[in-house]
Structures are given as C-alpha cells and as structure tokens.
C-alpha cells in the first residue's frame, strides 16, 4: 500500500544533512559547552557557529538568538519576559483568537495575574485586521503578540503592517513564526518585531529544540527558569547540543532552499485544492484563499467527523490531520475554526493536509483517488446527511410541484 505523510505542519522527517551534523555530537563530540578545556571549547565553537546561521537565516545578530526547547516555551519565554519587564509602563497584552495555545493560554494565564487582555476576532479567513489591532491599542498597551501564520489554516498575517503601528505606538511585538519559517521569507528587519518564534522540527530539524529572538533594545527579562548562566542568562540549563547544531543546519538549508520548495508546493498545494473542490460537494475551504502557506490546504466536509475521515485515510496509508496536533486528544471542535464563525458541526468536520519538500503529484493523485470514496462513505453513514437528504429531496418537491 501506498504511504504518505501530509502532516508537515506537525512536524517534519530530519533532513539527512542535518543528520550528518548532528552525529559527531551524538558521539565523538561530547563535551559540555561550559566546561574550559578542549572538549568543552571544540563544542562551544559550534553551538556559536548554529547560532551563526539561525541569526543569519532570519536576517539577525548572532548575539539576539537564544535557543530553547522549542515553539512553546520560546512563545512563553518572549510573552513573560516583556510583560514582568514592562509591568510598571502598562499591563495591557494584545493577541487574537486564531493564536497557538502555546500563546493563546499564556496570555490568558497572565490575565489571572492582573494583566489586562484584548483576544482580537478575525475576519472569515482568518485573517487579523490592521485596524482593529490599531483600534484596541491603550495608553496601557505593552505588547501585541500575532502569529505569522496559522497552524490549522494557513492563513498569513499583515504582521508587518501590525509591527509598524505598534512601533509608531512604542508598543513591543512578538510573532510566532513555527509554521512561516522556511516556507516564506522571515526577515525580522522586514517585519519589524521585537521577538520571534522558530522551532526545529517543523523545518527538517531535530524535535526539542528552538529559537527565541530578541531584538537589541527589547526591555525583556527571563522569568521562567531558574540555573546557571548559559545562554547569557536568558535560558539556563545545560545546552541541548546535537539539536542547537541541527537547528543551525535545518536554518541554513531552509534559506538555501526556500524559493525552489516554495515554487514545488504552490503547485502540489493548488492541484491538491482544485482537485477536493471538483470531486466533492459541500465542503468548504478554511483559510485565506490566496494569503495562504505553499504546503497548506484545511478543509470542512459537512456531515462527517474530522477523527473518521483521518482514521479511515491512515488505513490507506494516508498520515493528515483535523487540526494542531498539540490539541489531537481534545474533543472540542478547533477554537481556530470556530473564530471564524463556523458552527461546532461543521468545524468538527475539519482535514488539514500539509505537504512537504518529498511529496509528489502522484501522492496528490493518490489522495485525490481515496478522499472521495472516504467522504461518500462516511457521508452514507451520517444521519445528518440523511436528515438534509430528505430534506433536499421534499424541496425539491415542493419546487416541482409535487
């Protein structure tokens, strides 16, 4: 049977270069950054060198790149340290509702402790409105933190034209770059933030690892973690080694490869849309239609649950997913999809398929052959389709004059 994996947004297979990069600190190479004698200096020289190419792959100073254990402490690290930083200048934390939890449940835990928060909505696309960040901005306004792009939908947000209201306004912003990162062109200069969130492993890296920027100037403070002094203070604990020098690597190859892979999807991502829109009825695209990542396609297929379509995929070998795989073991329909004001059973019936740099067209064909089938059946299945199928029937009847 036919295998493939259309769950990137998850997380990615390691690149085999970055494999190779990693080994000699997996084996031979196993000396502790901190520790003053060779086998610690020879290590500490490569994690500066990652830090090298991560800071370069996002248009950085080497010396503004903290690495972490991924997205969401990252996300943490950069909400928390602005917010105790800046507590006496304002309490007030701008963010939206298609956020990642990772974000979304840090803000709203801040908010239990006196911080004043503004969840702003999105338009039917996902989208965040310039002018509605510009409108809940306050005297007490210390940070705004929005996603670069979503991770269920794949929509891309005006972070650039927010950043620049924010810095007219003297208000620090973060985005979460984990989904845009090496899929379109992250320039922190070009954007304007003050802090930025990349992960490894959704860009052909290892898992449990990441980076935090913060830009110079950023009045920002660790507030997590408690330890010794590496990462300059910012984040304490021994280096995660073999993962900082696959980061660098993944970073430097996803610039490398960027336009070539872009191009690649684009048109993986249109056939794969094009080809779900013709073969099936009622089924709605979810996410920006244009302003969209090169490997995302979501969807919502009325009348079915999100969790039998994926099993049924899996069993012709097929790996996608209904939504963010952090929140795979909820029940609750996709906070995401409901943001854009769909009802609990239409989001309930949500597929995300993300593509990677190794699929082909024949996978596409491939899923385009077996989706059908699996959404006919399942629909036969449904006693919402049948309900809305006799209804459609009397309709018609009474259109007919029957």
Same mark, same amino acid.
Do not use: C, Q, W
């Given at each position: 049977m036919r295998r493939v994996y259309f769950d990137h947004s998850a997380t990615t297979p390691v690149d085999p270069a970055v494999v190779d990069a990693m080994m000699p600190y997996l084996t031979s190479n196993f000396g502790n950054p901190s520790s003053f004698h060779s086998f610690g200096r020879e290590v500490r020289k490569a994690v500066e060198e990652a830090r090298e190419k991560v800071a370069a792959a996002i248009g950085a100073d080497p010396i503004e790149i903290?690495?972490?254990?991924?997205?969401?402490?990252?996300? %943490?690290? !950069?909400? #928390?340290?602005?917010?105790?930083? %800046?507590? +006496?200048?304002? %309490? #007030?934390?701008?963010? +939206?509702?298609?956020?990642h939890h990772a974000v979304l449940n840090t803000v709203k835990a801040l908010g239990k402790e006196g911080f004043d928060i503004t969840i702003l909505p999105v338009d039917k696309y996902g989208m965040v409105r310039v002018?509605?960040?510009?409108? @809940?901005?306050?005297?007490?306004?210390?940070?705004i933190t929005i996603m670069h792009a979503n991770n269920e939908i794949g929509t891309i947000q005006p972070i650039k034209e927010i950043a620049k209201i924010a810095k007219e306004k003297g208000i620090f912003i973060h985005t979460d770059a984990v989904q845009s990162f090496g899929k379109v062109p992250v320039n922190v200069n070009d954007l304007g933030v003050n802090l930025l969130? *990349? $992960?490894? #492993?959704?860009?052909?890296?290892?898992?449990?690892? /990441?980076?935090?920027? *913060?830009?110079?100037g950023t009045r920002w403070k660790q507030t997590l973690m408690h330890g010794g002094s590496q990462e300059r203070l910012r984040r304490t604990g021994t280096e995660n080694v073999p993962g900082i020098i696959g980061l660098g690597k993944a970073c430097e190859l996803a610039v490398a490869n960027l336009q070539h892979e872009n191009e690649y999807l684009v048109k993986l991502r249109d056939k794969l849309i094009k080809g779900v829109?013709?073969?099936?009825?009622?089924?709605?695209l979810t996410g920006h239609p244009t302003q969209r990542l090169c490997n995302h396609a979501s969807f919502c297929f009325e009348f079915i649950e999100g969790e039998s379509q994926l099993l049924s995929l899996d069993m012709k070998g097929i790996a996608a997913s209904s939504g963010s795989a952090c929140t795979s073991g909820s029940l609750e329909p996709s906070h995401v999809l409901l943001a854009l /004001?769909?009802? #609990?059973?239409? @989001?309930h019936g949500s597929l995300r398929i993300s593509m990677g740099k190794d699929n082909t067209e024949e996978d596409v064909d491939y899923f385009l052959e077996v989706?059908?089938?699996?959404? %006919?059946?399942?629909? !036969? =299945? $449904?006693?919402?389709?049948?309900?809305?199928?006799? =209804?459609?029937?009397?309709?018609?009847?009474?259109?007919c004059g029957v």
């Open positions: 903290t690495f972490t254990s991924g997205g969401t402490e990252s996300d %943490n690290m !950069a909400i #928390h340290g602005v917010a105790y930083m %800046n507590k +006496s200048k304002g %309490n #007030h934390i701008i963010t +939206s509702a298609v956020e002018e509605d960040v510009a409108a @809940a901005i306050t005297d007490k306004t210390i940070l969130t *990349i $992960s490894g #492993h959704k860009v052909y890296g290892p898992k449990g690892v /990441g980076a935090l920027y *913060i830009r110079k829109m013709d073969k099936i009825d009622r089924v709605i /004001g769909l009802s #609990h059973e239409i @989001a989706l059908p089938e699996v959404v %006919n059946r399942l629909r !036969a =299945m $449904s006693p919402l389709a049948e309900d809305v199928s006799e =209804m459609e029937e009397f309709m018609e009847g009474v259109r």
